[in-house]
């Protein structure tokens, strides 16, 4: 097994993480994603490629983090990844996490957060020449830890574990017609890791 993994070390990155304030919140998220990414790569294929947080432009001096990047040969899987605990509420344009008996709090959607990643990494598929591969970028929500009060407004693909997640990747492999070769695997790879 043992997938591959690319790490990102270009300009736009080096930049981002100079400005970042690392304080506790920030590196308790960065352990669960590390812990993540292990999972990932020990139990994908060595023809897949894991990357984390990849760092792209978003527009005129702003930028996006995606928590983490799988290119396999039956899609691109761009996670994004919350370990909140707490009971949600995901209506059909707001979350809220519960606070008390029937009491909600609103809060930011990662969906809406990461529906913006997705647009701006299709668009950066399209500006480095991968155009033809962009209806295999799958948006994907990693929730770990969080429980669902009501959950059935989330459209994009969301999972509670990353090993559900590997199961339906792993599925994809027997009922995903079309394939990215090898060679553009890498290619993808070795541009997001010079970005």
């Known amino acids: 097994m043992l997938a591959r993994t690319y790490r990102q070390n270009g300009p736009l990155r080096r930049e981002f993480y100079s400005k970042f304030n690392k304080d506790e919140k920030y ?14 790569r020990f139990f994908l294929p060595r023809s897949a490629v894991v990357m984390s947080n990849i760092v792209l432009p978003s527009g005129k001096n702003s930028v996006i983090e995606i928590d983490h990047i799988i290119i396999s040969k039956t899609g691109i899987y ?31 959607s990662p969906e809406k957060q990461h529906e913006r990643h997705y647009r701006f990494f299709i668009k950066w598929m399209i500006k480095n020449g991968f155009g033809q591969y962009i209806d295999m970028v799958k948006p994907t929500l990693l929730l770990n830890r969080m429980e669902f009060y009501h959950s059935e407004y989330i459209k994009m693909n969301f999972y509670r574990f990353p090993f559900l997640l590997l199961f339906d990747i792993y599925d994809d492999y027997f009922t995903e017609k079309k394939r990215i070769p ?4 890498d290619k993808i790879a070795q541009k997001l890791a010079s970005t």
């Open 27 to 40: 590196f308790k998220g960065k352990l669960s994603e590390l812990a993540s990414n292990r999972i990932f």
């Open 78 to 108: 761009i996670i994004e990844e919350k370990n909140w605990r707490g009971t949600y509420y995901c209506g059909p344009d707001s979350w809220y996490v519960m606070t008390g008996y029937n009491k909600f709090k609103p809060i930011k």
């Open 182 to 185: 090898k060679e553009i695997i």
